[in-house]
Each structure stands twice: as structure tokens, then as C-alpha cells.
């Protein structure tokens, strides 16, 4: 008997992210009352993360599988990982460029 997987439509897929960001503001934001440079450092990793994350993603979507020496669900998985690591090391080394910007904006409509 074939067993169902989930199927997660483009809705349901936005609306996680929609309720991740939503969960990081409201962390950030918190953050932001007591340690200055803890929220900054949180904004940084997500902001930046999130955007090397989706640049890798679309990166590894460009490029077919190839033709042989394919790892199958184990390489997916594996691949997954890998990404999210090297999104969190750009983050860290070069997050700032991207969103010191926007942590102003964030500052500034949170005091407002």
C-alpha cells in the first residue's frame, strides 16, 4: 500500500514563512528594549540568512539533476544542509552589508 506524502502548496509554504518572520520580528523586537547589540546581531543573521538561503535555493533550482551520480533524497537532504550552513556563515562574515539599512528602518519604526 502506497503510503501519502504531504503536499505542501505554494500557500501553505508562504504562509510558514509568513509566521517565521512574524515569530523573528516579534523576537527581535524584544531583544531590541534590552540588548542592543544581541537584536542587531539576530536581525543581521536573519535578514541576511534568509536572503543567501533563498539565493542558493534559486541557485541549485537553475541547474538539472545530472544524469549520473545522483544521491537521490539523501543528496536533497544533505544539499539542504549544506546551504543552510554556508547561509549562516555569509550571514555572519557578510550580513552586515545587507542589513544594517534595514535594522535602521526597523529601529526607527519601532520607536515611532
Not at 508562504?14 to 527581535?28: G, K, L, W, Y
Not at 534568509?50 to 539565493?55: A, C, G, I, S, V
Amino acid at each position: 500500500m502506497n503510503s501519502i506524502s504531504s503536499i505542501h502548496s505554494p500557500i501553505s509554504t508562504a504562509q510558514n514563512a509568513f509566521n517565521r518572520t512574524e515569530n523573528a520580528a516579534s523576537r527581535m523586537l524584544a531583544e531590541s528594549h534590552g540588548q542592543k547589540g544581541d537584536a542587531k546581531a539576530t536581525f543581521q543573521d536573519f535578514v541576511a540568512g534568509t536572503f543567501y538561503k533563498q539565493m542558493l535555493s534559486s541557485l541549485h533550482k537553475m541547474h538539472g539533476k545530472p544524469a549520473y551520480l545522483y544521491g537521490g533524497q539523501a543528496e536533497k537532504i544533505f544539499q539542504g544542509q549544506l546551504d543552510q550552513q554556508v547561509a549562516e556563515d555569509l550571514a555572519h562574515s557578510h550580513g552586515s552589508q545587507l542589513s544594517d539599512s534595514l535594522y535602521q528602518a526597523f529601529l526607527h519604526n519601532t520607536r515611532a
